[in-house]
Structure formats: structure tokens, C-alpha cells
């Protein structure tokens, strides 16, 4: 079993940053594939980010990608969501996830653990 936290959310202007971090614990999760979601007001979670067991391998949406940068710190057991030049259309719950897999996948239903959830909100 893992047990997954999210950290760092909060308000931040738009044009702003802000790092995301997904602390693991109840076993080590360096097998697994890790991803980021998110579900915005009233919508659906979407997928944000994926990263492979041992970082080499990285899947964005196209709505984040070349602003936000997901990494993995296996020795800490932690991910990060690198998140550059938010928009208000970033606001939403993000929820870190895993796999117990070592391939990544950008379907929420692959995955077998999540986070509670962390919550970002962007002003205009």
C-alpha cells in the first residue's frame, strides 16, 4: 500500500509559480510510473503529466506543456509539478498518482493510488 500527499498548492497571481511536491510513504514507490491530474471547478479530472519509473521517459498535455515539468526524487520517495507562467485556467485540485507499473500512462484509470488532493488557484 501507498499512501500519497500533495503539498504546495495556494493562491498565486497569473504569470506566477508555484511547485507542487507528492511525498510517498507505506512503501517505496521507485517501480512506479507517477503522474499529476487535476479537476477544475465543475469539470472532470484531466490528466496533467506522467513520468516513468526512473525519469527518462515524460508525457505532458498540450495544455501545460512547456510551462509545467514533472520530476521524481526516488531516494526521497517524492514527485514535484514544476508549475511556470499559471493562467487562471490552471485552477483546479491537483492530485498526484502511481502505478504499480514502471510504464507511464496519461488514463486515470491506470492508476492505483492518489493523493487527497492540493489546491491551486490563479488571479487575473
Known amino acids: 500500500q501507498v499512501q500519497l500527499l500533495e503539498s504546495g498548492g495556494g493562491l498565486v497571481q497569473a504569470g506566477g509559480s508555484l511547485r507542487l511536491s507528492c511525498a510517498a510513504s507505506g512503501r517505496t514507490f521507485v517501480n512506479y510510473a507517477l503522474g499529476w491530474f487535476r479537476q477544475p471547478p465543475g469539470k472532470e479530472r484531466e490528466f496533467v503529466a506522467t513520468?516513468?519509473?526512473?525519469?527518462?521517459?515524460?508525457s505532458y498535455a498540450d495544455s501545460v506543456k512547456g510551462r509545467f515539468t514533472i520530476s521524481r526524487d526516488n531516494a526521497k520517495n517524492t514527485a514535484y509539478l514544476q508549475m511556470n507562467t499559471l493562467t487562471p485556467e490552471d485552477t483546479a485540485v491537483y492530485y498526484c498518482?502511481?502505478?504499480?507499473?514502471?510504464?507511464?500512462?496519461?488514463?486515470?484509470?491506470?492508476?492505483?493510488?492518489w493523493g487527497q488532493g492540493t489546491q491551486v488557484t490563479v488571479s487575473s
Open positions: 513520468i516513468n519509473y526512473n525519469r527518462v521517459i515524460t
Open positions: 498518482a502511481a502505478r504499480t507499473s514502471s510504464i507511464i500512462s496519461r488514463n486515470r484509470s491506470d492508476y492505483n493510488y
